[in-house]
């Protein structure tokens, strides 16, 4: 729709019931919605990319370290987006709602749609409308998307960490593959054999044993993976009483795949199982208290962000829909809208922080995501009554 001049004369003198033709209506909706669902998307977009950058700097070692190509290194940081979207979408769309709707006042289309019969809410229909279908988009996240890329994350998080041939094919490096056990190697060949190898391994106390060989190679078998070194010697001390001996070997079998048994079993945490199995965790299953507390907290938590998106629009539209004109803008309203949103967030992470200690509290989740669109919808239903009692603003 675009406003003019014989637009706004149109809208002014036509008959009140012409307003509420389903033509007039869905030109209004579709004028509103384009800004709104155009606007979302690209705050929504420019939000992730900050948030992905920024973590991202996080696993630029893992390129360093565990020599991880590129391509791993998109694929691993593109499988946080999921759980970003869920934190960005209701923010983006507060936020533009209340740019829209404050460019609407201040355009004075508002007012000609109130003048041509509109009420407060159903110029907050659309609104409502695009909240609910990314409600629906959030719920599809929470329940399917995060989970699954938060598991595909950690597996391969896991396995880059316990990736034992990348940790000596890394040349020229010394390497701690766990506490007390470091590797290097000079170089490799082109038909992959470790030249130059040494291994230092100080993990027992009262004594110090380093290998070194001239040639190995790193070999896998059903044990799991295996470093054998050719032509070499094996030197052990012991710091406590001085003593020192040497052992030369033609070859030398060190067992890498068992280094480390204890790592070998990931422990799923909350953010990776699906809704059944957090709801369904108890004692019976091997979990700590501590763990089921957890994993029926992640669960509610997941019922009740989605819920934020029409919490958040609520605000928007109660605060400045209500709100009488004022030549001057709605600045003030504006940096009120973005307070109480503010402080539905902190109430929100206060009861999440407080679950663990006290379950009681957990239904208060709910309330502070249900509550906002209740007293949104009472005023806006109220807001018309306001308005024809004259409280209008300079």
Not at 181 to 206: F, N, Q
Not at 318 to 326: D, H, K
Not at 327 to 336: D, K, L, S, V, Y
């Amino acid at each position: 729709m675009v406003w003019n001049r014989e637009t706004v004369q149109f809208f002014l003198h036509a008959p009140r019931r012409l307003y509420y033709t389903p033509v007039a209506m869905r030109l209004i909706t579709r004028y509103i919605l384009r800004h709104l669902g155009i606007g979302t998307v690209l705050v929504a977009v420019g939000l992730a990319c900050i948030l992905w950058l920024s973590q991202s700097v996080r696993f630029l070692e893992m390129i360093v370290r565990k020599s991880l190509s590129i391509l791993d290194f998109a694929y691993l940081t593109l499988l946080l987006l999921p759980n970003f979207m869920v934190i960005i979408l209701p923010i983006a769309l507060f936020a533009v709602t209340l740019i829209t709707y404050n460019r609407l006042i201040a355009d004075r289309e508002l007012i000609v749609l109130r003048a041509s019969g509109a009420s407060d809410l159903q110029l907050g229909a659309t609104a409502f409308i695009l909240a609910v279908g990314m409600t629906g988009v959030c719920f599809t996240l929470t329940l399917y998307g995060v989970p699954k890329s938060v598991e595909l994350f950690r597996e391969m998080q896991w396995a880059i960490r316990h990736n034992v041939s990348a940790v000596f094919l890394r040349e020229g490096t010394f390497t701690e593959v766990i506490k007390g056990l470091t590797v290097y190697v000079r170089s490799r060949s082109p038909e992959g054999e470790l030249l130059d190898v040494l291994v230092h391994d100080k993990r027992i106390a009262s004594r110090t044993m380093t290998m070194i060989a001239e040639r190995g190679a790193l070999v896998f078998n059903e044990n799991g993976p295996r470093v054998l070194m050719i032509n070499g010697n094996q030197q052990e001390t012991w710091p406590g009483d001085g003593r020192f001996s040497i052992l030369y070997f033609d070859s030398y079998s060190l067992d890498i795949g068992r280094l480390n048994e204890k790592e070998h079993i990931r422990f799923r945490d909350a953010r990776e199982r699906s809704l059944r199995e957090l709801f369904t965790a108890s004692e019976e299953t091997g979990l700590s208290r501590e763990d089921v507390y957890r994993f029926h907290i992640e669960a509610h938590q997941r019922l009740v962000q989605p819920l934020f998106n029409v919490s958040f629009v609520a605000v928007a539209l109660a605060v400045l829909l209500t709100a009488p004109f004022n030549r001057r803008g709605q600045t003030t309203r504006m940096i009120a809208a973005v307070g109480i949103i503010t402080a539905i967030e902190t109430a929100a992470l206060g009861v999440a922080n407080l679950a663990p200690r006290y379950p009681g509290v957990i239904p208060l989740l709910y309330v502070i995501a249900l509550l906002p669109p209740g007293i949104a919808l009472y005023l806006l239903r109220s807001a018309p009554y306001a308005l024809s009692r004259g409280e209008v603003g300079r």
